[in-house]
C-alpha cells in the first residue's frame, strides 16, 4: 500500500526557503504572490494491504525520523 506523507514547518516557524521562494517569485513580477510555505512529500510504498495498519505504520515513521516534531507537522495523504 502506498501513502504519502506530507511534512511541513509549523505555523510560526521561519521558512527561509519559502522565503526566498516569494521574492524571487515577487522579483519575476508577480507582486499578488502574498506568501510561500515549503514542505516535502514523502511518499511510503508499505508492505501491508490493511489501511488502519499502513497508517499506524505511517505515523510511527513520522515520529522517529520523517518529522522534526519540534518545528515540523506532518499529514498522512492517501
Sequence with gaps: MKLRVLVSLKPG??????????????????????????????????????????RALATELCEKLLANPVIEQYEILS
Aim: aromatic share 0%; no cysteine; proline share 2%.
Design 13 to 54: 516557524v521561519l521558512d527561509a526557503q519559502g522565503r526566498a521562494i516569494e521574492h524571487a517569485l515577487r522579483d519575476l513580477g508577480h507582486s499578488q504572490v502574498k506568501g510561500v510555505r515549503t514542505g516535502k512529500l514523502v511518499v511510503l510504498d508499505l508492505d501491508t494491504a490493511d489501511p488502519v495498519r499502513a
